[in-house]
């Protein structure tokens, strides 16, 4: 098999316009400790969660009491161990919310204590917890927890991209025939592909993320999702060379959806100068 064709960089330094600088409260120290924490809380909240695993009731194909006591009680247990370690800080994990994140100086976690509910209640390895943290409005730190599998992705905008112990990058390659695309579960229904490579959904948007950024997939088209979903992702895709964009390949601003509601665009993660191609490779129906 001949070697795979790399692509040519298409990173660009700009200088971001804002009407207001941005002025983090948290330095690079401050962040190297909390990157810790958050690692221990996400290692120790995934036991919590595999504790529930495998407890569904067989003859339901979605069971619904199993996930909601298990997501309550993996919420319950981070939003405590959080603020007994930060009282300074907020907690955040959806619903209706009075305020922006720009509007917030104080640190914001992020928390989806359940990405990929649907697995976990069928048994299926692919689900996680994601934390987010946002500093002044922007998100800085990220931790995608895979209790199954054992791994463990984090980020913060201080270091590098890392899965467990080791660092990780986003693929260096064009698209081809063996390329893999991560969609959401209905996304047959809304796009026609023409992508030649292989395209599948499994079922948890925050793994989807780690996957493009370790280079396991070129990329994710992302529907349906909140700001909880992608937060953690984003800090860590980006960590690994890649970004978030929408299906034009604009850029987008997660504190826009910070008030809980849905984002009302189709997103792709992937490396960067990946997403106008994989866009135009995927047309609505």
Do not use: C
Not at 74 to 94: C, M, Q, S, T, W
Not at 125 to 133: D, T
Not at 174 to 196: A, G, M, Q, V, W
Not at 220 to 244: K, P, R, S, T
Request: zero cysteines; hydrophobic letters at 40%.
């Amino acid at each position: 098999m001949a070697p795979k064709k790399k692509r040519k960089s298409t990173v660009r330094t700009k200088q971001m316009t804002t009407n207001k600088p941005w002025r983090p409260r948290l330095g690079v120290r401050d962040l190297a400790e909390i990157l810790t924490f958050a690692k221990g809380l996400a290692r120790a909240s995934g036991a919590l969660a595999m504790s529930y695993y495998g407890r569904a009731n067989p003859t339901l194909r979605y069971d619904y009491d199993l996930v909601t006591e298990a997501d309550l009680a993996l919420n319950e247990y981070l939003r405590k161990e959080v603020l007994d370690a930060f009282p300074d800080h907020i907690f955040f994990n959806g619903g209706a919310q009075k305020k922006n994140l720009r509007d917030i100086t104080d640190p914001v976690w992020v928390v989806d204590p359940l990405d990929g509910s649907a697995g976990f209640s069928a048994g299926m390895p692919v689900w996680g917890v994601s934390l987010a943290l946002f500093d002044s409005g922007r998100p800085v730190l990220g931790i995608i927890h895979l209790p199954v599998t054992g791994e463990l992705y984090s980020a913060s905008r201080s270091g590098p991209a890392m899965l467990n112990d080791r660092k990780i990058t986003v693929r260096d390659q064009e698209l081809d025939n063996e390329s893999l695309l991560l969609t959401y579960s209905r996304f047959h229904s809304d796009f026609i592909t023409k992508l030649t490579g292989k395209v599948r959904s499994l079922g948890s948007t925050a793994a989807h993320m780690a996957y493009v950024a370790r280079g396991a997939a070129s990329g994710a088209i992302m529907g349906n999702v909140h700001i909880w979903d992608i937060a953690a992702g984003q800090v860590i895709l980006e960590a690994a060379g890649g970004a978030i964009r929408d299906l034009s390949g604009k850029k987008v601003d997660l504190a826009d959806y910070s008030r809980g509601g849905d984002i009302d665009k189709v997103l792709i993660a992937a490396p960067m100068g990946l997403h106008k191609e994989i866009g135009s490779l995927v047309e609505h129906r």
